[in-house]
């Protein structure tokens, strides 16, 4: 739409009317200033004030039922733009601009949509939000998936640590009983902390690999540890691969597997190492380990945490080297112990909180993680 271009004109009433009618005389189509509402007109379209303060224009606008009739789809008064208010009413949103009559724009029929559109997202916001609270009512694993294993394990690596310590004194055969239990223990919770449950085959392999190991050592003697050791571990890592071909799991499933019987039996076989170390080696380390199980389990920081299970396991270590052979030396193999222990705690706390995980690996791992340690310092500081 062009813009027009009007002369400038008096003020209404000092020019005659459209019709040759001055408005004085208040006849014919002119509108008698006296029936114009003062102010802004809204509804009349009679007032000076009315369209910005110009005149008005009888023949312009026509009749006031004319804007009635036609709505939004009359156009806009020569002296009001596009978008801009033509009522002079700041607060009054204009009518949408639209060249004639003719079907609604899209942006006003989006608009008259928008009631339904808004009762339609009022209606499905509840949905969305019990939709949104279902998931969360499930129980979540939140936080870091290494928790300490706590204090009733601890309590139980304690009991088994000095039921090893005494039993090995008297002899090696009685001392066997502690040993078998830890194995079974080890085995058990090594397959568990893997995430699988129930593995009775793996499990009972494992098991069976460790009672050899153990019979051979006190059938041919401390002295061929290394090949009892060795040739157990040999034979029954052939028996968990046969039982792997039998299978029938994906690739990946079985790889896993195989890796989790393997590790499992090389852990029970070590752990038969208690009955191949000097008796007081055993002792020494035994006491340093449930020492150090202990001190990890009480509630301090990491930092101070691990200094103080290295310190008891180091005193352990002396005060249990006071009444063995060892002597001094004992605070050495205690603190090696004890730095063995804190890895299988460490071990054995890498999964979420299960209390049979807890139970078994953060039981008998300490105690296994320790038997490198007291063979081998046990024979060289004996």
Do not use: K
């Not at 978008?83 to 009054?92: I, L, M, R």
């Not at 170390?277 to 101070?304: F, I």
């Not at 807890?358 to 300490?366: E, K, R, S, W, Y």
């Amino acid at each position: 739409m062009t813009d027009q271009q009007y002369p400038p004109r008096q003020p209404y009433g000092s020019q005659p009317g459209p019709y040759g009618y001055d408005h004085d005389h208040g006849h014919g189509h002119g509108h008698d200033s006296s029936a114009a509402p003062a102010g802004p007109a809204y509804g009349g379209y009679g007032g000076q004030e009315a369209y910005g303060g110009y005149g008005h224009r009888p023949e312009q606008y026509g009749r006031p039922g004319q804007y009635e009739q036609h709505g939004s789809h009359q156009q806009p008064g020569p002296y009001a733009a596009p978008g801009q208010d033509p009522y002079g009413a700041p607060d009054v949103p204009a009518p949408p601009h639209h060249p004639g009559p003719g079907p609604l724009p899209p942006e006003r029929a989006g608009t008259a949509a928008a009631p339904g559109a808004a009762a339609t997202t009022t209606a499905a916001a509840p949905a969305a939000a019990s939709t949104a609270e279902a998931p969360s009512a499930a129980p979540r694993r939140t936080g870091s998936p290494i928790i300490a294993p706590g204090l009733a394990p601890a309590a139980l690596t304690a009991l088994l640590a000095v039921l090893l310590a005494a039993t090995v004194q008297v002899s090696r055969p009685v001392s066997a009983v502690a040993v078998v239990l830890l194995q079974a223990v080890t085995a058990a919770g090594w397959f568990r902390l893997n995430g699988m449950w129930p593995a009775r085959q793996g499990i009972a392999l494992a098991f069976l690999a460790g009672v050899t190991a153990d019979i051979a050592l006190l059938a041919l003697g401390a002295g061929n540890a290394s090949a009892v050791v060795i040739g157990t571990l040999g034979v029954w890592i052939l028996f968990v691969l046969v039982l792997q071909l039998r299978n029938h799991s994906s690739p990946d499933e079985r790889l896993y597997a195989l890796t989790a019987g393997v590790t499992s039996t090389a852990l029970t076989v070590i752990a038969a190492g208690h009955l191949a170390a000097e008796p007081d080696a055993v002792t020494v380390g035994a006491l340093a380990v449930a020492a150090a199980a202990l001190a990890r389990a009480l509630p301090l920081p990491r930092a101070v945490s691990v200094v103080v299970s290295l310190s008891a396991a180091a005193g352990a270590g002396v005060a249990a080297g006071e009444f063995t052979s060892l002597g001094g030396s004992g605070a050495v193999l205690g603190a090696a112990a004890g730095v063995c222990a804190l890895i299988g705690l460490r071990v054995a706390s890498y999964d979420f909180p299960s209390r049979f995980v807890h139970m078994t690996a953060g039981v008998a791992l300490p105690l296994t993680a320790a038997v490198p340690a007291v063979y081998l310092l046990g024979r060289a500081l004996a």
